[in-house]
């Protein structure tokens, strides 16, 4: 029992050793665990700010094509009023010139009486054409300050409704007849009961 003490304190030694050495291991690794779990928050952090701006830029990016697809919409729409005014305007001036053709020929063939038949119907035609130029240059003036209000109006909303709304808009006022019951057609009524020969 005497060999077995001074060996069972060797292995009490040893074991205590052991302990010490992983204690102070344990006490190494802690401070390189928390580093690498903050070196991981940070790379988080930093994924996360450029997911961030990555969506903002591509926020910017479509709202810019919104407006420019606004803008290329109206200018259409300009264009497009115009060319129908180019051409109105050229109809109204070959009807006009077929008409005064037409009205020499008959000068030239029928009597005096029937010329001035011809000359009454002519002037009526020539007041016709007249107020529907004077309509047509109100109608340009109402359809330019509604458009241009509801170009600014819509800019504010969604692409999509906004697209709808310029292009019901458009279709309506370019499309808008005259109707039967409204003041405008009892005003032309009148006037060519007036002028009726």
């Known amino acids: 029992s005497a060999d077995k003490e001074p060996e069972q304190e060797r292995r009490r030694d040893e074991e205590r050793e052991r302990q010490f050495r992983e204690e102070q291991q344990l006490r190494r690794q802690e401070p390189e665990q928390e ?3 903050r070196e991981e928050r940070e790379r988080q952090f930093r994924e996360e700010e450029q997911l961030r701006r ?3 830029e ?13 803008e290329r919409q109206f200018r259409e729409e300009e264009q497009q009023l115009r060319r129908q005014e ?5 109809r109204r001036r070959q009807e006009r010139e077929r008409q005064f053709r037409e009205e020499q020929q008959l000068r030239r063939q029928k009597p005096e009486q029937e010329q001035r038949r011809q000359e009454r119907e002519r002037k009526f035609r020539d007041e016709q054409l007249r107020r529907q130029e004077l309509e047509g240059q109100r109608y340009r003036q109402e359809f ?12 504010s909303r969604e692409e999509d409704k906004s697209r709808r709304q310029a292009q019901e808009f458009s279709s309506r006022q370019i499309s808008k007849p ?9 005003y032309i009524q009148e006037q060519r009961s007036q002028y009726r020969p």
């Open 144 to 155: 330019d300050s509604q458009t241009r209000g509801q170009f600014r109006d819509r800019q």
């Open 58 to 70: 591509q926020e910017l990016e479509q709202e810019q094509r919104r407006r420019e697809e606004q």
């Open 178 to 186: 005259i109707v039967r019951s409204s003041p405008l057609y009892e």
């Open 86 to 90: 180019l051409e109105q305007e050229q």
């Open 35 to 37: 580093q690498r779990r």
């Open 54 to 56: 990555q969506e903002l």
